[in-house]
């Protein structure tokens, strides 16, 4: 099978054929995006500094390397945990256009109906991958929000293949996190009562 990977700038007919559970690749620009600036773009409702319309965030903290005067070396950019951001993420696809979100983890009701909606899609990258990641960036190119400090800095960077990214939510309504629960609990009910036959005193 041909590897999927998703070049920005991304339409929404780039993504009608993916779905849930698909593993995809991301080439391109990619900017860390995490909770302050969700905050600062929502709450405040200040315009993020960066065009990420039919673009792509991360919810990641990454560790920098300064060479010189803009010149930073990416050394490692692990996702964070993306269900921080879901009060605001709605509203932020909205808001700012963007197509591709990833992060660590699943997200809930408010991103499902916002990348349904807006045509946007939830990915999830590998915990514990960070210096993976690190690999896939080629260079950072700007750096906005700099008083937040490193973590919360939008880091905007050259990406090749960045991945891989399994999408967890898609443009047609889908959750696979909420999918997943359902089928687990059910196997986890049957597996209980089993248990419950052998061993009478858990109930």
């Given at each position: 099978?041909?590897?999927?990977?998703?070049?920005?700038?991304?339409?929404?007919?780039?993504?009608?054929?993916?779905?849930?559970?698909?593993?995809?690749?991301?080439?391109?620009?990619?900017?860390?995006?995490r909770d302050v600036a969700?905050?600062?773009?929502?709450?405040?409702?200040?315009?993020?500094?960066?065009?990420?319309?039919?673009?792509?965030?991360?919810?990641?903290?990454?560790?920098?390397?300064?060479?010189?005067?803009?010149?930073?070396?990416?050394?490692?950019?692990?996702?964070?945990?993306?269900?921080?951001?879901?009060?605001?993420?709605?509203?932020?696809?909205?808001?700012?256009?963007?197509?591709?979100?990833?992060?660590?983890?699943?997200?809930?009701?408010?991103?499902?109906?916002?990348?349904?909606?807006?045509?946007?899609?939830?990915?999830?990258?590998?915990?514990?991958?960070a210096v993976v990641a690190?690999?896939?960036?080629?260079?950072?190119?700007?750096?906005n929000w700099m008083d937040?400090?490193?973590?919360?800095?939008?880091?905007?960077?050259?990406?090749?293949?960045?991945?891989?990214?399994?999408?967890?939510?898609?443009?047609?309504?889908?959750?696979?996190?909420?999918?997943?629960?359902?089928?687990?609990?059910?196997?986890?009910?049957?597996?209980?009562?089993?248990?419950?036959?052998?061993?009478?005193?858990?109930?």
């Amino acid at each position: 099978m041909a590897k999927k990977i998703l070049t920005t700038p991304i339409s929404a007919e780039d993504l009608e054929d993916i779905h849930v559970g698909d593993v995809i690749y991301l080439t391109g620009e990619l900017t860390t995006c995490r909770d302050v600036a969700h905050r600062r773009v929502i709450e405040e409702q200040r315009p993020l500094p960066v065009d990420v319309r039919n673009g792509a965030i991360l919810h990641a903290g990454p560790i920098i390397r300064k060479h010189g005067e803009d010149d930073y070396e990416m050394v490692t950019v692990g996702p964070t945990t993306s269900m921080r951001m879901e009060k605001f993420e709605e509203a932020f696809i909205r808001e700012t256009g963007v197509r591709l979100i990833i992060g660590k983890g699943g997200m809930g009701d408010g991103t499902m109906r916002g990348c349904r909606e807006y045509k946007a899609l939830h990915c999830v990258f590998p915990a514990g991958c960070a210096v993976v990641a690190a690999d896939c960036v080629e260079k950072i190119i700007a750096a906005n929000w700099m008083d937040l400090g490193m973590p919360e800095t939008l880091w905007t960077s050259k990406v090749k293949e960045f991945g891989p990214l399994i999408v967890s939510i898609d443009t047609h309504g889908r959750n696979l996190f909420e999918e997943n629960k359902v089928i687990f609990n059910e196997r986890k009910e049957k597996v209980y009562e089993e248990i419950c036959q052998e061993v009478r005193f858990i109930k």
